[in-house]
């Protein structure tokens, strides 16, 4: 049975049976040497039994709850920011293999999370480079739109085709700092 891979439960059913055979054993002697309210010390001995396994399903179970708690806490922590956090699981058993899991996922986890930083750094640097190859021409076409502007005095359809240019000149130009505000 695979429950048996772990240690801790292999030790617990264990110590469970070398419990149960003990004191079986211990009432078996009693009643073959006939001794005196051999009733009542077998009855003795089966509540001896019954809370030394109660006392060994405890101390498991109190083992168990703080690898639990341990475990919550570790990744507690890695949710709050921690991305170094690793629940330990050295280990045999179903749970060590959850643990095993829990901690591959947050090492996709930490790698996807540096891919993002790293295509937003990379997409930061191309829209300022953008930004940076396009303002010098674009300044220049707003200088030449100006000097249109200047010299079509008195024809009103080239002043307005080369006053809405130079609106779209602008709205062009301010492209690359919204674009930055969102990268």
């Not at 640097?125 to 249109?148: E, V």
Request: aromatic share 10%; hydrophobic share 50%.
């Amino acid at each position: 049975m695979k429950i048996f891979v772990n240690r801790k439960i292999k030790r617990l059913f264990g110590g469970i049976l070398l419990c149960v055979l003990f004191f079986t054993l211990i009432a078996v002697l009693l009643m073959e040497f006939e001794v005196r309210n051999a009733a009542v010390y077998t009855i003795a001995c089966f509540l001896l039994m019954s809370a030394a396994i109660l006392a060994l399903l405890f101390r498991y179970f109190r083992q168990q709850h703080e690898i639990m708690e341990n475990a919550v806490l570790q990744i507690t922590e890695y949710v709050s920011g921690n991305k170094d956090v690793t629940i330990e699981c050295n280990d045999e058993g179903e749970l060590y293999r959850l643990f095993h899991e829990v901690n591959s996922l947050v090492a996709v986890l930490n790698a996807h999370a540096e891919n993002e930083k790293r295509a937003k750094k990379f997409l930061k640097n191309i829209i300022a480079d953008i930004s940076h190859q396009l303002k010098t021409p674009l300044a220049a076409l707003n200088i030449y739109i100006g000097l249109i502007q200047d010299e079509a005095e008195g024809m009103a359809s080239i002043q307005e085709f080369s006053r809405l240019s130079e609106q779209e000149l602008d709205r062009i130009l301010s492209i690359p700092e919204r674009a930055a505000v969102y990268a």
